[in-house]
């Protein structure tokens, strides 16, 4: 008995000591979470360029934790340097069972989307825009059912349809899907995400009709399935959306009439539907009182255009272009006082043009040509003081040009050709200074043919060196005098006519008043700097904030971002965070500030320094303007001039904003950066050198002006030495040339301005386009219409659709693997400026190899960049 119960004990003893072994055994076999998390980013790889001490992992960049220290957020746009590739699905998903946040933005992932991604089960954002993803989405992108934000735009090799199992993800806030080459329909299960308030699937080939499911979505605000291939009828569903703002359907094969229950979208502020067959407007649309942009153009609209058309009375743009529209130019228009542009061309409206169009004080664009129009031009036109562009063609209007004509300073575009208009041109037309476009050709004008002082119509014919312009806007009117082919004028073309003791009196005294000035000025500044000095801050260290104001103490910058506070936050670069602050003296300005790390960095602070001493010696009106700067201990920051619509790269990856951006738009743009570039190349002595010129180191103000920034790594050029360096700049826009020479030179400028030229006509990065320089051949049957931005019609202006290949022209110039067969920045700029004659072939014909062997390159008269 106890011999067995010894037994017994002896084996209870080891039985114990087996298990506690095994449960060791276990345990160490499963590493705790926070253990996982490391092996996890070890085994990815991801960030095996930056560091492999994983326990100081949540300083690793674009890794945010919690205060357990477990990975909360991975935010690679705050770290543009982690080189993902093809490692993207090495990472083991299932490790980070607290990670809320993934954005690898603009990050060249590579591969497709691996299904493990449904195990981050905590996700509530996703963004793999960008990226250069392939392959079909995964269902199991369903499983995320706490994720409020997913964006997959901008991955053309994606291919398949969208995942049914999409509708499962209930807190989706925002879906992003635009540009992925997605095909077929879109799948009723989405009528499941209640919450969602944008959705965005343009630029694929989605087929099959909208289905009605959509109407579920009551707290959307904004829908765009444009530029697919849907076809059927917008269903009468859509009107149960009462809180869409945005409603964009443009580029599809949608048929049948507009349904009435569009009415019920009483907060709609933008409703495109261009390019599509449309037959009948509802009279309810009228009700949409707080409509802003109605683009119904390139349809097959019939009827009149009714008086309820007076209920709009938000409406800004209003587009009707290219329908069936018949009857009279309604009166209702005139009480539309916020109406900047008006396109109701290629219709057949008939009856007079109202005088009362010129109570409309804001109007910029008046498009009418093409149409049964007849009676003359009513004088009232010339109090529209804003208009740029007016285009009355190909109507059947009489009588004369209205003389007052010549007092609208802002006309650029001026088309009355083809019309019965009779008389003399008025000589003040020749007082439009800013006209690039002029055609009164095929009328009955008599007369004299005005001195024109607009320099950017005429050419040189290279016959004989007489300045014309061509085509001849006077063609057609028999009765005008010859045409004497007239030296181009200047607004100081009237000098000659200035008395000759002015002439010799003036320059002297202009030179004694400004000897005197300055004299006055130079003994002004030097007391300053015999009496006061620089006045440090109370940390001793340099803050010069200039401005109309004066100096400003870094207390007060603090304080005008609250120390620096995340709201005003406004985007993060390379080695710092802007702000937007707003100054004591009511001035809003950008302040551009180094990370509290890096700010001690000495890499960084060469950067900073670079920047202030190239921004402070250039002036130019396309180059960002530097208000100030200050060096403060662990604060450096910049003080630019406040940019409205941020950069180039943002504005194009917006939907809205890639609209208002039109083609006249883009194309100025370019132009402005051009100038910019040539400024810093040949009028900067020594020649400056950017180094990073991509889309992100564009900013945009509030007009869609261009102007270059980030010149924290711009160098001057010493022509007589080898210029070595490393390679610095944007991966996707540095010239090939430096991965093998290293040597910089102004060339490598001119690489990356043609990838932002074409970047910006294309509404995305143009990678595939380069990849296919390197063999010519597959660009024969690749057409320029085929990468254009789809979501920008294509243009029906001659004169804009002339500046768009001459535009594509020059950045494939640009693109030249040889170097010396770039144009310089100053030729690009010269071409600009230059005058170009008819395509000849229509747009859609021409080839990307055209362009590229500049078959389609128009020269004519060069002249001076303008500073």
Not at 43 to 51: G, T, V
Not at 734 to 761: H, N, R, W
Request: aromatic share 8%.
């Amino acid at each position: 008995m106890a011999s067995s119960l010894i037994i017994s004990v002896i084996l209870g003893v080891l039985w114990a000591t087996i298990l506690l072994s095994s449960a060791t055994t276990v345990t160490a076999a499963y590493p705790s979470p926070l253990e996982a998390e490391a092996i996890a980013l070890l085994e990815s790889r991801w960030w095996s360029n930056h560091s492999s001490n994983t326990s100081q992992r949540c300083q690793w960049p674009g890794i945010t934790c919690n205060t357990a220290e477990s990975i909360t957020q991975i935010n690679l746009s705050d770290a543009p340097n982690i080189e993902v590739g093809d490692r993207f699905g090495k990472l083991n998903f299932s490790s980070f069972p607290n990670l809320v946040l993934l954005n690898l933005s603009d990050h060249q992932l590579r591969g497709k989307i691996p299904h493990q991604i449904g195990d981050l089960s905590a996700l509530k954002y996703l963004d793999l825009s960008y990226c250069g993803l392939s392959g079909e989405l995964p269902p199991s992108l369903g499983k995320l059912t706490q994720l409020e934000f997913l964006d997959i735009s901008y991955n053309d090799n994606i291919n398949g349809s969208i995942p049914p199992q999409l509708g499962n993800l209930e807190n989706l806030v925002t879906l992003n899907l635009s540009q992925c080459g997605i095909v077929g329909p879109v799948p009723s299960a989405l009528g499941q995400l209640i919450n969602l308030q944008s959705l965005i699937l343009s630029g694929n080939q989605i087929n099959g009709s909208i289905p009605l499911e959509i109407g579920y979505l009551r707290n959307l605000t904004y829908l765009s399935l444009s530029s697919n291939r849907i076809v059927g009828p917008i269903p009468s569903a859509l009107g149960q959306l009462t809180s869409l703002q945005s409603l964009i359907l443009w580029g599809n094969q949608i048929n049948g009439s507009i349904p009435l229950e569009i009415g019920h979208l009483r907060n709609l502020t933008y409703l495109d539907l261009y390019n599509n067959r449309l037959g009948l407007i509802p009279i309810t649309l009228y009700q949409l009182t707080n409509l802003e942009i109605l683009y119904l153009d390139y349809n097959q609209l019939q009827g009149s255009i009714p008086q309820d058309i007076e209920n709009l009375e938000n409406l800004k743009l209003l587009f009707l272009t290219n329908n069936s529209f018949i009857g009279h130019i309604p009166l209702a228009l005139c009480h539309l006082t916020k109406l900047e542009y008006i396109s109701l061309s290629q219709n057949s409206l008939s009856g007079s043009i109202p005088s009362c169009i010129g109570s409309l004080s804001k109007m910029q664009y008046l498009i009418l040509g093409s149409n049964l129009l007849k009676g003359p031009i009513p004088q009232e036109i010339c109090n529209l003081a804003n208009l740029t562009s007016l285009a009355l063609s190909q109507n059947k209007l009489s009588g004369s040009i209205p003389s007052c004509v010549g007092s609208l300073s802002k006309m650029r575009y001026l088309s009355l050709d083809s019309n019965l208009l009779k008389g003399s041109i008025p000589k003040d037309i020749g007082k439009l200074f800013d006209l690039s476009y002029l055609n009164l050709s095929f009328n009955q004008l008599s007369g004299p043919i005005p001195i024109l002082y607009a320099t950017d119509l005429y050419i040189v014919d290279a016959g004989n060196g007489c300045n014309k312009i061509s085509p001849d806007p006077f063609e057609g009117n028999s009765d005008l005098s010859p045409y004497m082919c007239p030296t181009p004028v200047t607004k100081k073309a009237n000098s000659s006519r200035i008395p000759y003791y002015i002439k010799i009196f003036l320059p002297i005294a202009i030179l004694f008043t400004f000897s005197i000035l300055g004299c006055l000025l130079f003994s002004r500044f030097k007391l300053k700097n015999n009496h006061v000095s620089v006045q440090p801050t109370k940390n001793g260290d340099l803050c010069s904030i200039w401005n109309y104001d004066g100096k400003i103490a870094y207390e007060d910058i603090v304080a005008a971002t609250e120390d620096f506070d995340f709201r005003y936050c406004i985007g993060v670069g390379g080695y710092g965070s802007v702000y937007k602050a707003k100054l004591p003296c009511g001035k809003v300005v950008a302040l551009k500030k180094l990370h509290h790390l890096e700010a001690e960095n000495p890499t960084f602070d060469k950067s900073f320094r670079n920047e202030i001493k190239f921004l402070s010696e250039i002036r130019h009106r396309n180059i960002v303007k530097l208000h100030g700067f200050c060096l403060h201990r662990r604060s450096m920051f910049l003080i630019y001039e406040y940019m409205e619509k941020g950069s180039l790269f943002c504005n194009l990856r917006d939907e809205v904003n890639a609209v208002e951006m039109d083609w006249t738009r883009r194309v100025e743009i370019i132009k402005g950066i051009a100038h910019a570039l040539s400024y810093l190349h040949h009028d900067c002595c020594p020649p400056i050198v950017h180094r990073d010129i991509s889309s992100n180191n564009v900013l945009l103000n509030s007009s869609f002006e261009a102007f270059v920034a980030d010149f924290g790594t711009a160098r001057m050029l010493d022509l007589d030495s080898s210029n070595q360096t490393i390679i610095v700049g944007t991966c996707g826009y540095v010239a090939p040339e430096l991965a093998y020479t290293m040597i910089v030179t102004e060339k490598c400028d001119v690489y990356s301005f043609g990838v932002v030229a074409l970047e910006t006509l294309m509404g995305k990065h143009p990678e595939e386009v380069l990849s296919w320089l390197s063999s010519p051949t597959s660009l024969v049957n690749m057409k320029l219409v085929d990468v254009l931005d789809n979501r920008l019609p294509l243009p029906t202006s001659q004169l804009v659709t002339q500046n768009l290949v001459h535009v594509a022209t020059l950045a494939f110039a640009c693109l030249n693997p040889q170097t010396k067969s770039r144009p310089t920045m100053k030729e690009v700029c010269e071409e600009f400026l230059s005058r170009h004659t008819s395509l000849g072939i229509p747009l859609r014909m021409i080839s990307l190899l055209q362009l590229m062997n500049r078959e389609m390159h128009i020269g004519g008269k060069t002249k001076t960049c303008d500073v």
